[in-house]
């Protein structure tokens, strides 16, 4: 095959995106839209993937065994911190006609609660000081625009694969809003030229461990120090929105190309996203290490079967031809498949920006009208709990989120209390807003969840509940 030349130029190049994108991208067989990653924070990823020309192994993982491919079409690996410039340039490339980001909620430094800027943020700070060598996506996406405008070259689109509702608007509102702190006909200019196609992503990917690449050694006789692994199942559904109608063909490998993204977005972030997050705050408070392993426990897995068909499909509009229950059946088959080990710690990572997407939304909508929310309390105090950062027996949790001190502090403030605790933690408005603090019915149900929580246990407290 003809070597792969740059065509997406990718932020973010984690296990998901390796496992996701650059595997649907191989399976177009589409030479002229290789892919160049560019790491914003680590030089891990480059570290591993140079000496090995960038390609790696993706292992499939089912109930059955495990099958391996390799994935050829990375074409290389940027470390942004060591060289801004160089990722600049790429991006502003004429062969560049897609950008591409997975770089988790929290680095789009905006305000989960309210989807603004958040323009007081240390890296929006810094990016607006000194654009010609940002350190944040955000940063990076209008330099890289500015200098093609300035080229007389078209813009690329860029296409969000994160999990945030309606992704690709918000990502044009918070490059607007930067733009607009820059020059107000770069703004315009963007605003006009640019696309932001809405986008979901689906695919279990575990983060790679030490046994992983072992077993990819064993399976096939080779050394890589960057293999990914994944299950078996993916979906990507795309509004085919782009630059001059320039993209790969993705849907040759499966994808879906549509004109309305968000049903489907709304239908995966509340019912998998919500229920991962659920059964990782509590599962790890269990004492689980894996999601398999919590669905394994009858009381968790009655848990979720009556969170999904009791307190969320009741409010998700089905999109187009799809059966909710059969959906969440199969979300139940993945979530028990024991090949993949998926920790609840690596899913509750973060949880001060995914509440709001994934279990916020259904929240107000059962409150607006009136429905009980047994469940979705229960997972609200679990993530309290874990995020005091101390399990049941006292041991500390490592806990990986941008507000990790703050909410550590505020439940510090009430050591005897654990309605203060609660009260103390839904008044961070960034996280809940203004208005759940001050419904009663939402506090009210925390409140009792949380100290049920306390007082039994959590695998008491979910088995209780199911």
């Known amino acids: 095959m003809t070597p792969w030349r740059t065509g997406i130029v990718h932020l973010g190049l984690g296990a998901f995106a390796r496992a996701h994108l650059a595997v649907y991208t191989e399976d177009t067989q589409s030479p002229e839209w290789g892919i160049l ?10 570290d591993l993937l140079a000496p090995q020309d960038c390609l790696y192994t993706a292992v499939e993982r089912g109930p059955e065994g495990a099958t391996t491919r390799v994935v050829t079409c990375l074409t290389g690996v940027l470390v942004a ?24 909620e929290k680095g789009y430094c905006h305000d989960p609660a309210t989807g603004r800027l958040n323009l007081a943020h240390p890296t929006i700070a810094h990016d607006l000081a000194h ?34 509702p309606a992704n690709g608007r918000v990502v044009a509102k918070l490059v607007e809003a930067f733009a607009t702190q820059r020059e107000a006909g770069l703004a315009a200019w963007i605003a006009a030229e640019a696309r ?10 575990p983060a790679t461990t030490p046994a992983d690449v072992a077993e990819v050694a064993a399976l096939t006789g080779f050394a890589d120090a960057a293999p990914v692994v994944h299950e078996p199942f993916r ?22 190309f549509v004109t309305e993204v968000e049903p489907f977005e709304h239908m995966k972030l509340r019912l998998l996203n919500g229920a991962h997050s659920a059964l990782a705050y509590l599962g790890y408070l269990g004492g689980y290490e894996t999601i398999a392993e919590t669905m394994a426990d009858p009381g968790y897995a009655g848990f979720v079967e009556r969170l999904w068909r009791d307190e969320i499909v009741p409010v998700v509009p089905p999109p187009p031809g799809t059966d909710l229950l059969a959906y969440v059946a199969a979300l139940e088959a993945r979530f028990r498949n024991p090949a993949i080990r998926h920790r609840t710690w690596q899913i509750a990572m973060d949880g001060s920006q995914k509440l709001p997407q994934r279990l916020l939304g259904t929240i107000r909508e059962r409150l607006e009208r009136h429905l009980p929310l047994p469940c979705l309390a229960l ?36 050591p005897e209390d654990p309605a203060g605790r609660v009260k103390a933690v839904l008044a961070i408005e960034q996280i809940f807003g203004p208005d759940l603090p001050a419904d009663r019915r939402f506090v009210a149900a925390v409140t009792a969840a949380y100290e049920d929580l306390c007082r039994r246990g959590a695998r008491a407290a979910v088995t209780a509940s199911a």
């Open 81 to 104: 911190p060591e060289d801004p410039e160089a990722v600049l340039a790429a991006m502003s490339a004429e062969s560049t006609r897609i950008v591409t980001l997975t770089i988790t």
């Open 379 to 414: 997972v609200i105090g679990g993530w309290i709990r874990y995020v005091s950062g101390a399990d049941e027996r006292g041991e500390p949790i490592d806990v990986r989120d941008p507000l990790a001190e703050r909410l550590r502090a505020v439940q510090a403030e009430w």
């Open 131 to 164: 654009p010609e060598a940002p350190r944040g996506a955000i940063g990076f996406l209008v330099e890289a625009l500015r200098r093609r405008r300035a080229a007389g070259l078209r813009p690329f689109t860029v296409l969000c694969c994160d999990n945030l």
């Open 235 to 256: 979906q990507w559904v795309i509004e085919d929105r782009f630059v001059d109608g320039a993209r790969p063909h993705w849907e040759a490998a499966g994808a879906q």
């Open 37 to 46: 990653g560019a790491s914003l924070q680590r030089p891990d990823q480059r």
């Open 196 to 205: 932001f196609p809405c986008s979901m992503v689906d695919r279990i990917v």
